[in-house]
């Protein structure tokens, strides 16, 4: 059971407490918990402590609200606490005075078991902010603080930004994933939000903490000051009593308590389910995992989507989930998806979906739709080091794939043009398209000139008997136990 504490009193002398404190706490199943990696899917060497709380705050991270114009959520962790912690924030002058400024927020909190041990997640919004504002802001740890860190507010209106996409980061993130979130904001530097399509960790067998902890490291610094959309993937579930009668899944532990976003959606999925209008762009998140489990769960997303789009004032609309709609990778198929989502994206004209899951990078355009009327463009993309291989379907129908490339892709929304472009880890162009608004309402696909972007890539493991299994890279080839890290 969670338990959220609405703290109201003055700040007061914190320490250390026990399990007996005045947070409850919230843990999965004794069966999901291990006490080590049993792929050695992190940098963390067996018997050593690297992820544990501390009284510094960490894993700060930014997430939208419903109104990013005018709020800002923002989530941390630390150990277990005595009394109440903050937030300060005020408008980011040029000199250090900060404080004298700031405003002290108050945050919610619960605590959580991980095999990390007990932490304490704390979570507030910054309210009645003032649009188009740059603002910086500190959370509260025990007895100290965090470093100053800085975000703008979003315009109240329609103007041009830029946002970053991933596929799934998953496996060997510090060691992997950190290499991509860095390429990207290097070569992105004012991007406004970052968008995770899933599988942020491998975590699916336990709680694994480090793995988290990992991806926070991979993420740094940008991932407090720079919007953070998230999407839940099936590796941010936890299989309990697999291959019997009871089994089933539940949502990691860490995925509630670490993101909090907004609570707009459906119930009972107002974790994983909801939208934010970011200056003039809806985005929206669902959550296929759920929707392939159970298909009442499916029918409920399309209704709650239905009214969603049908009541939509923003020039783009983006929809990011995890499985595909149009799978790329071998043996996959997701047709529960296409029976209940695709009819609403093409009903109310979604402009992007974006996806993960496969391990691939693929690319098409909703079959029957032509160039010069585009529908929706469906995406499919890997951040991460584990890799599979293309279906011969999919390298047919679609108009761009790839095996064996880690990418992140860029997002540009403008008036009337949406430019995409798919880069390589290494910063070359691998894909780049422009969807066109036409005085009609319609929209024109523009492609890229072939000559412009690199060849389709291809797998070049050498070890047959992985491709024989239909991957190109498996996900424990990069972890501390393999061969690549001895």
């Known amino acids: 059971m969670r338990t959220f504490i609405g703290l109201k009193t003055p700040m007061l002398l914190l320490s250390l407490v026990s399990l007996a404190s005045l947070l409850s706490v919230e843990s999965v199943a004794a069966e999901a918990v291990k006490e080590a990696d049993p792929q050695g899917n992190t940098l963390v060497p067996a018997g050593v402590s690297r992820y544990q709380p501390t009284i510094f705050p960490d894993r700060i991270i930014l997430i939208p ?8 959520t923002v989530n941390w962790r630390t150990q277990l606490l005595q ?3 903050v937030a300060e924030i005020a408008p980011a002058g040029d000199g250090p005075a900060l404080h004298l400024a700031a405003k002290r927020f108050t945050a919610n909190s619960r605590q959580i078991q991980t095999d990390n041990g007990p932490s304490a997640h704390h979570q507030l919004t910054f309210s009645d902010l003032q649009p188009d504002t740059l603002y910086a802001y500190r959370v509260q740890g025990l007895g100290t603080w965090s470093e100053w860190l800085q975000f703008r507010t979003a315009k109240t209106n329609f103007a041009p930004f830029r946002a970053i996409y991933f596929g799934d980061a998953q496996n060997s993130l510090k060691s992997h994933f950190s290499r991509v979130a860095r390429a990207a904001l290097l070569k992105a530097p004012d991007a406004a939000l ?8 491998n975590s699916r067998y336990g709680v694994l903490d480090n793995e988290w902890g990992e991806w926070f490291d991979a993420a740094g610094w940008q991932a407090g000051m720079v919007n953070q959309l998230i999407v839940a993937g099936n590796h941010e579930y936890l299989k309990l009593n697999e291959d019997t009668p009871q089994e089933r899944r539940v949502l990691s532990p860490q ?3 670490q993101f909090g976003v907004v609570q707009n959606g459906p119930q009972p999925l107002r974790d994983t389910v909801y939208f934010t209008d970011y200056q003039g762009v809806r985005f929206i998140a669902l959550n ?3 929707a ?7 029918k409920l997303q399309a209704e709650w989507l239905e009214q969603v789009l049908s009541n939509n004032p923003q020039r783009w609309t983006v929809v990011s989930y995890h499985h595909p709609m149009f799978s790329v990778s071998q043996g996959r198929d997701n047709p529960r998806l296409r029976q209940y989502w695709q009819p609403l994206f093409a009903k109310y004209g979604v402009d992007l979906a974006l996806q993960g899951h496969d391990h691939v990078y693929g690319r098409n355009v909703a079959s029957g739709v032509s160039q010069a009327h585009a529908g929706t463009v469906y995406l499919v993309s890997v951040a991460g080091p584990k890799m599979y291989l293309v279906a011969d379907p999919a390298r047919r129908a679609m108009q761009k794939v790839a095996e064996d490339t880690q990418l992140f892709q860029l997002l540009d929304f403008e008036q009337d043009v949406l430019r995409y ?3 390589t880890v290494s910063g070359q162009q691998y894909d780049s398209f422009e969807l066109q608004r036409q005085p009609d309402g319609s929209k024109r696909l523009l492609e890229t000139a ?3 972007l690199l060849p389709q890539r291809r797998c070049g493991n050498p070890d047959t008997t992985t491709l024989a299994n239909k991957k190109c890279w498996e996900g424990d080839d990069f972890g501390l136990a393999s061969k690549a890290n001895r």
């Open 288 to 290: 296929s995992t759920e």
């Open 194 to 201: 970052m968008i995770h399509a899933g599988d942020l960790v």
């Open 83 to 85: 009394a109440p912690l």
């Open 255 to 257: 995925f509630s308590a």
């Open 65 to 72: 609200t419903a109104t990013p114009a005018l709020s800002q």
């Open 421 to 423: 472009q798919s880069m």
């Open 292 to 298: 392939l489990e159970n298909e009442a769960m499916a």
């Open 450 to 452: 072939p000559s412009k």
